[in-house]
């Protein structure tokens, strides 16, 4: 649902209609609770069966084992047969005891984890996941080979998987399909592509979540004991948080209400031209992160994709235009590209002024007509218009040493 905001207005759970729909909340929902303890209750009821077969099936393999050995004349102990100890329902509950929830569904009321922080719940279980710590549990726990509390585990684990895809995934399915087809949302609706703003949110966390997930891979893999990193989540930004996240933008409140508006900062350091420029303020990223409550790293992607989409958008919608149409007044006007690329030897205006060039009558040194001024001051710029001129001045008579962003020379820093 988060991928498609413009197809669900909230990532509210169609079942119980109370919290936000997630990976771990479809299992864990309130109207699966009672479907949960019954399937829990079914898969351990049938743990003595599956002990039973796992336990004749190893006495049999060992037999066939020492059957060869002693055709080839080799001397080697009879094995001694192994028997399966119905576990008790203390047994039971020590052998759950590392998963998260798990005491609680045995119980069908609240019950306390044994573990402050579990690394795995009742609802990977459900998933299908076999945790390598619940089989060392039960091996020890039921006094049995590893290999025969591993077939149970497994059998276990089978069933409440099956039994939650039947119970639980498939009527979810089948209800939020029943609410979709009320509000008219079809199949080619949720398989189109969405390219809004909160796509790049979506994919940024889940490229972090898969990063995640392989550093863990590889840490387990070389043997060494580090946490299950926990998943992050993207929750779709409200307008309050958009507002939030861009305050410290010049003008950047007036463009997204459209019509004027303060802005928060007395004299911002970035405007809303800088970002359509491709500049991204790191003022801007900590106050993204902070804001959406997201990770650095998913921020800085979220932004560059954002301030890169402004630039392009910027380039093909402004400035080409801007162009084709400073171009075709050169045209009648009679410019040539030889004429704007010769050497200029005409007169130039005073240089103490941050300036070099003559202004026409009727024209500020802004570029703009004067009679677009108010009260004969420029409306171009909040502060002095020449100053960042004057900056390259100073610096070109050796007077100031610029920043490294004022250095950068795809930034088009004198306003003429």
């Known amino acids: 649902m988060a991928r498609k905001p413009n197809l669900y207005p909230t990532c509210v759970c169609r079942r119980c209609e109370l919290e936000k729909e997630d990976n771990d909340h479809v299992w864990k929902c309130p109207s699966a609770a009672e479907t949960t303890t019954e399937i829990w209750k079914e898969a351990m009821g049938k743990i003595n069966e599956w002990g039973v077969q796992a336990t004749n099936s190893y006495n049999a393999a060992r037999k066939r084992e020492y059957k060869r050995a002693v055709d080839r004349g080799r001397q080697v102990p009879r094995p001694v047969p192994i028997h399966w100890w119905p576990p008790s329902d203390a047994d039971h509950v020590r052998g759950f005891s590392s998963i998260a929830g798990a005491r609680a569904v045995h119980s069908g009321s609240p019950a306390p984890d044994r573990d402050e922080k579990p690394m795995w719940n009742v609802s990977d ?67 189109s592509k969405y390219t809004g703003p909160r796509e790049w949110g979506v994919q940024a966390t889940n490229s972090y979540n898969a990063a995640r997930k392989r550093e863990y891979k590889r840490a387990v893999d070389s043997g060494r004991q580090v946490p299950r990193p926990v998943p992050i ?158 900056r390259l001045l100073e610096s070109l008579l050796g007077r100031r040493r610029l920043s490294m962003m004022e250095r950068m020379g795809r930034i088009p820093f004198i306003r003429i």
Not at 131 to 159: C, D, N, Q
Not at 345 to 374: M, V
């Open 125 to 191: 279980l459900l998933r299908g996941i076999t945790p390598l710590s619940m089989l060392t549990e039960w091996s020890a726990v039921f006094r049995t080979p590893m290999s025969i509390a591993k077939t149970v585990l497994h059998k276990f684990v089978g069933y409440l998987e099956a039994q939650a895809s039947e119970l639980i995934w498939k009527p979810r399915c089948s209800e939020t399909i029943a609410w979709e087809q009320s509000q008219g949302i079809s199949a080619k609706d949720k398989t």
């Open 233 to 390: 989540h993207w929750w779709p930004p409200s307008d309050a948080d958009h507002v939030r996240g861009f305050s410290s933008i010049g003008g950047a409140r007036a463009v997204h209400s459209g019509s004027p508006a303060p802005d928060r900062d007395e004299k911002p350091m970035w405007n809303v031209p800088d970002l359509l420029r491709g500049i991204t303020p790191l003022s801007m990223l900590t106050e993204w992160s902070a804001v959406f409550r997201t990770p650095m790293s998913i921020a800085k992607t979220v932004l560059h994709k954002f301030v890169g989409y402004l630039e392009a958008q910027a380039s093909e919608l402004i400035w080409k235009p801007r162009c084709s149409a400073t171009i075709a007044w050169e045209q009648t006007q009679g410019i040539s590209a030889k004429n704007k690329t010769s050497k200029y030897t005409g007169p130039r205006g005073d240089w103490s002024q941050g300036y070099g060039y003559i202004t026409h009558d009727g024209f500020c040194p802004c570029g703009a007509s004067l009679a677009t001024h108010d009260e004969g001051r420029c409306p171009r710029a909040t502060k002095d218009p020449r100053a960042v001129d004057e």
